[in-house]
């Protein structure tokens, strides 16, 4: 009886030690992808800021491929990793970005409140036995609803962001702000502005969610490192 009691004791201690091991590596695993996907994030940023196409007149990226860097580490490393990353890349743009500190400072904004609703409701959601979190991401109607909410979030908090910047720093140019970019060179001021805002944050979400998706889960990367 008090060997098994021993051998028990002695299994419930290896138990504890592996799974204190497993928290330890997830947690340099996730430190790591976000340090490195923070760092690929600024050189790409250096090689992509003067090539790629932006929205005339507002010099806005169509497709910015540094918020894309940030939500493919969130999917492959989890959430914890995802905020790192946003935090680390957003810092690392600092020195190089021409419109530092605004330019930095919307785009981690706009990427971390696409990334911030699905951490919160899966949070809330309770996880299926054995199901991953990221799997449960992964259902395209859950990444698709998810998606929307933080597409609403994010052009939310951007209007703000424009209201306050137009408000102060870029009054002077509210003026010449107008929707010519989708033919409505009519279209001025405060009206384009809050339609702008709306139009442009949408449409690069769209590729923000959409071109990661495809990344880690066509290709399965989620499976092969299985973080969170």
Same mark, same amino acid.
């Given at each position: 009886?008090?060997?098994?009691?021993?051998?028990?004791?002695?299994?419930?201690?290896?138990?504890?030690?592996?799974?204190?091991?497993?928290?330890?590596?997830?947690?340099?695993?996730?430190?790591?992808?976000?340090?490195?996907?923070?760092?690929?994030?600024?050189?790409?940023?250096?090689?992509?800021?003067?090539?790629?196409?932006?929205?005339?007149?507002?010099?806005?990226?169509?497709?910015?491929?540094?918020?894309?860097?940030?939500?493919?580490?969130?999917?492959?490393?989890?959430?914890?990793?995802?905020?790192?990353?946003?935090?680390?890349?957003?810092?690392?743009?600092?020195?190089?970005?021409?419109?530092?500190?605004?330019?930095?400072?919307?785009?981690?904004?706009?990427?971390?409140?696409?990334?911030?609703?699905?951490?919160? +409701? *899966?949070?809330? $959601?309770? =996880?299926?036995? &054995? !199901?991953?979190?990221? %799997? @449960? /991401?992964?259902?395209?109607?859950?990444?698709?609803?998810?998606?929307?909410?933080?597409?609403?979030?994010?052009?939310?908090?951007?209007?703000?962001?424009?209201?306050?910047?137009?408000?102060?720093?870029?009054?002077?140019?509210?003026?010449?702000?107008?929707?010519?970019?989708?033919?409505?060179?009519?279209?001025?001021?405060?009206?384009?502005?809050?339609?702008?805002?709306?139009?442009?944050?949408?449409?690069?979400?769209?590729?923000? +969610? *959409?071109?990661? $998706?495809? =990344?880690?889960? &066509? !290709?399965?990367?989620? %499976? @092969? /490192?299985?973080?969170?």
């Amino acid at each position: 009886m008090k060997r098994k009691i021993k051998m028990e004791i002695e299994l419930h201690g290896e138990k504890e030690s592996a799974t204190s091991m497993s928290k330890s590596t997830r947690l340099t695993l996730e430190v790591t992808g976000a340090a490195l996907f923070g760092a690929l994030s600024l050189v790409l940023s250096a090689f992509t800021t003067e090539i790629i196409p932006r929205v005339p007149g507002w010099g806005i990226a169509i497709i910015d491929p540094v918020s894309i860097l940030w939500i493919t580490c969130f999917l492959i490393f989890g959430p914890k990793s995802g905020l790192l990353c946003c935090f680390i890349g957003t810092l690392a743009l600092f020195p190089f970005d021409p419109y530092a500190p605004i330019g930095p400072l919307m785009k981690f904004a706009a990427t971390v409140s696409l990334i911030i609703v699905p951490i919160l +409701l *899966l949070k809330l $959601y309770k =996880i299926e036995p &054995g !199901l991953r979190n990221s %799997q @449960k /991401y992964k259902k395209l109607t859950s990444y698709i609803f998810t998606g929307l909410l933080g597409v609403g979030l994010r052009i939310i908090v951007m209007m703000i962001f424009n209201v306050w910047l137009f408000l102060t720093l870029w009054s002077s140019f509210l003026g010449g702000t107008n929707l010519g970019f989708i033919g409505l060179p009519s279209v001025n001021g405060w009206s384009a502005l809050i339609f702008g805002v709306i139009l442009i944050n949408a449409e690069t979400s769209v590729w923000d +969610l *959409l071109i990661p $998706y495809l =990344i880690v889960y &066509g !290709l399965k990367l989620d %499976q @092969k /490192y299985e973080i969170w």
